[in-house]
């Protein structure tokens, strides 16, 4: 079975930094595609970037700057570096998995259970 196992979130105050982890079981992903999304309550999940092979990446214009998203294949792990954060980051952050990247939640077959972040 694959599963996904994010940690990382937690309650911070705005301007600081956190950075949350994926990793990976059952599944290696060198080649493929690992995405962070994250969804506020009653709203969709929305992508806020991945990466490809391990090296071409992708972020949504709101985080660009602020965040990096980076992976340790000896590890299986995926890493998403949030600096200078802000209120409107504050949701659940999902790691999801997949052959090929899309900007769509159905478009990636792996989910981890999401991990917290709060920015206040």
């Known amino acids: 079975d694959v599963q996904l196992v994010e940690s990382g979130g937690d309650l911070v105050h705005p301007g600081g930094s956190l950075r949350l982890s994926c990793t990976a079981s059952g599944y290696t992903y060198s080649r493929d595609c690992m995405g962070w999304f994250r969804q506020v309550s009653g709203k969709g999940r929305e992508l806020v970037a991945n990466i490809y092979t391990g090296h071409v990446t992708y972020y949504t214009d709101s985080v660009k700057g602020r965040f990096t998203i980076s992976q340790d294949n000896a590890k299986n792990t995926v890493y998403l570096q949030m600096n200078s954060l802000k209120p409107e980051d504050t949701a659940m952050y999902y790691c999801?998995?997949?052959?090929?990247?899309?900007?769509?939640?159905?478009?990636?077959?792996?989910w981890g259970q999401g991990t917290q972040v709060t920015v206040s």
């Open positions: 999801a998995a997949d052959s090929f990247c899309s900007a769509v939640p159905a478009g990636f077959r792996y």
